[in-house]
């Protein structure tokens, strides 16, 4: 099973975009979910996360402008961006946590990423 992101593009500065995180094929128990990003000649770096019971965690360069939501019944989730910048330019890589009952069984889940591009 695989993660396939969507939704990508590009914008003007001061746009809006909206990215969906779904898995290929049945899965469950992905928590938390989330978004990371990078940019060229950049490390990865996280964008926001949500758990399944709904708390989120933001990087500050995106709070008060981006929005993580999830649908738990189809483990999908999605990545509101408004007031895009051009800083925010990079590819967009969702990722979920795979749980089990046993630790050791837990895994990480990347998805293929999608472009971001804003122009000013």
């Known amino acids: 099973v695989q993660l396939q992101a969507s939704g990508g593009g590009l914008v003007q500065a001061g746009g809006s975009l909206r990215l969906s995180c779904a898995p290929s094929?049945?899965?469950?128990?992905?928590?938390?979910m989330g978004w990371y990003r990078q940019a060229p000649g950049k490390e990865r770096e996280l964008v926001a996360t949500?758990?399944?019971?709904?708390?989120?965690n933001y990087a500050d360069s995106v709070k008060g402008r981006f929005t993580i939501s999830r649908d738990n019944a189809k483990n999908t989730v999605y990545l509101q961006m408004n007031s895009l910048k051009p800083e925010d330019t990079a590819v967009y890589y969702c990722?979920?946590?795979?749980?089990?009952?046993?630790?050791?069984?837990?895994?990480?889940?990347w998805g293929q990423g999608t472009q971001v591009t804003v122009s000013s």
């Open positions: 990722k979920a946590k795979k749980r089990a009952l046993n630790i050791k069984y837990q895994y990480d889940i």
């Open positions: 949500i758990t399944s019971g709904g708390s989120t």
């Open positions: 094929g049945n899965i469950f128990s992905l928590d938390p």
